[in-house]
């Protein structure tokens, strides 16, 4: 008997528990906002539905652009793109993707009438058309210097299917072609996804992910530590410090495209007054924010733009810390005491919103921080003027390392995000995404940002990094782009 209990407690040791799970749990600051890849652009949201479904193009773990769905791609002219597709993708229905896919998927995304946050993103492409058995042609308003770029965000979803659903109910019912299928979203719990063995890369390493929404960060650490979650984001710094001694978690930490902002409304309530949006300006003070919130997890900039994308422009300077000009301001305009709604979820740092709102009242303003879900925030966000709030704590991706995708949608006119309106500003950014040369380019976006500037639509505070934890048997290298794809994680002794 005993030779025998030695011989089972060999084989326990000898087989880590973590070698017995086929599942893994993921443990998200906020819920779902939506399954439709072609509708809410926000990071829980595309961490789910981007392993559903396969893009026209992806990037590579350097960022480089690679194939995807299309397998090569060339330029006829300046405002014409022809995609060679693959022919051995199935849509986890069975049916194949096809061509006239491609097409619907475009088509779908830049319809107006659609009223996709993501159009700014795509709304040069004019049209899409089947130009062989395995080929699909854009062509653009202009010559397009981002349409690459932006196409690594474009996930094609199945003709027949949308068509027969409507989009509400494919949003409840999504089908895709990518590496996991939806088994069942349970709206403010958790979605599950199962794993698709017919994906045209291999099988994935796990035959299940569970995704949770768990607000609360101290929750999400307790979790990761008892086993109940095995990889979770959003963390702050302070919880990256708590954890580095952790022998049984790792951190997973990398600089990010995304840019931490303040959007500043400037169409509504006591913002509209330009005195007091450079007010805020220079009541903000980025560096006490970076020092002791951020504890080096991050890189100061002055512009609503990071260093890892294109249009980053450093010689645009930021507005000095100086809170008695500030207050000087807020007199001037006659607003002591007027009560500024800053609109917030729990995705973002709440220690951030209260250090703001410590700020300003220094100055003369009162901050009224009011928290709700994501899906709601998003919702008032994208609303009008009346329903964004005065400000709110932005961390904004494009997911495509380019200007185009972070100052075009957040301040140009028109914009489902923007909340503000200036005719020279629009006309910056409309010329530098018509335009091939690099350098006319960074011109056009250097008098965009002296505009930004001199306006304050949005205060850019910080490069963001993304800060991971996981259980140390997760094998995973988390990139620049937020990727969160889960085929490319697995077990390791």
Request: aromatic fraction near 8%.
């Amino acid at each position: 008997m005993r030779a025998l209990g030695l011989l089972f407690l060999g084989l326990m040791l000898a087989t880590p528990a973590f070698a017995q799970k086929d599942g893994l749990v993921v443990d998200l600051p906020g819920d779902v906002a939506t399954m439709d890849p072609h509708l809410q652009w926000d990071t829980d949201s595309y961490t789910v539905y981007r392993n559903i479904f396969d893009n026209l193009v992806t990037r590579d773990a350097t960022g480089k652009i690679a194939p995807q769905v299309a397998t090569a791609w060339r330029y006829a002219d300046d405002r014409t793109i022809v995609f060679d597709l693959r022919t051995d993708i199935t849509f986890h229905d069975g049916s194949r993707l096809t061509p006239e896919d491609v097409v619907f998927s475009v088509q779908r995304i830049i319809n107006p009438a659609f009223r996709s946050p993501q159009l700014s993103q795509f709304d040069q492409i004019v049209s899409a058309e089947v130009t062989g058995p395995a080929q699909v042609t854009l062509h653009t308003k202009t010559p397009y210097p981002a349409l690459m770029a932006q196409l690594v965000k474009l996930s094609i979803v199945p003709k027949a299917v949308v068509e027969k659903l409507g989009d509400q109910r494919f949003n409840q019912e999504v089908v895709g072609s990518g590496p996991f299928r939806l088994r069942a979203w349970q709206r403010g719990v958790q979605t599950v996804l199962d794993a698709n063995d017919a994906y045209w890369r291999g099988k994935p390493a796990f035959r299940s992910v569970t995704f949770r929404a768990v607000p609360d960060a101290s929750t999400r650490i307790a979790d990761l530590r008892t086993g109940r979650a095995d990889i979770t984001r959003g963390l702050s710094p302070d919880d990256a410090e708590a954890l580095k001694s952790e022998r049984a978690l790792q951190l997973l930490t990398v600089p990010t495209e995304r840019i931490a902002y303040m959007f500043v409304n400037a169409q509504a309530g006591p913002t509209k007054d330009k005195r007091v949006r450079q007010a805020i300006a220079m009541a903000v003070d980025r560096d006490t924010i970076i020092t002791a919130l951020q504890q080096g997890y991050a890189k100061p900039v002055n512009i609503v733009l990071t260093p890892a994308n294109f249009g980053y422009v450093p010689d645009v300077k930021g507005w000095p810390h100086d809170p008695a000009k500030a207050r000087a301001l807020i007199k001037e305009a006659g607003a002591e005491g007027a009560t500024l709604q800053f609109l917030t979820s729990p995705a973002y740092d709440r220690r951030l919103n209260e250090a703001v709102q410590q700020m300003l009242g220094e100055v003369g303003l009162k901050v009224d921080i009011v928290t709700m879900d994501q899906p709601t925030y998003l919702r008032r966000r994208q609303g009008t003027p009346e329903e964004a709030g005065s400000l709110s704590q932005g961390r904004w991706s494009c997911a495509c390392q380019d200007a185009d995708g972070v100052i075009f949608p957040l301040f140009r006119s028109g914009s489902i995000w923007s909340k503000f309106a200036n005719p020279a500003f629009d006309a910056e950014v409309d010329a530098a995404r018509t335009i091939l040369d690099p350098g006319k380019r960074l011109e056009h976006y250097r008098r965009a940002f002296e505009i930004l500037r001199d306006e304050v639509p949005g205060i850019g505070l910080f490069q963001d990094v993304a800060i991971y934890a996981a259980r140390r048997e997760l094998k995973w290298a988390p990139t620049a782009n937020e990727a969160f794809f889960v085929m490319d994680m697995k077990w390791q002794p």
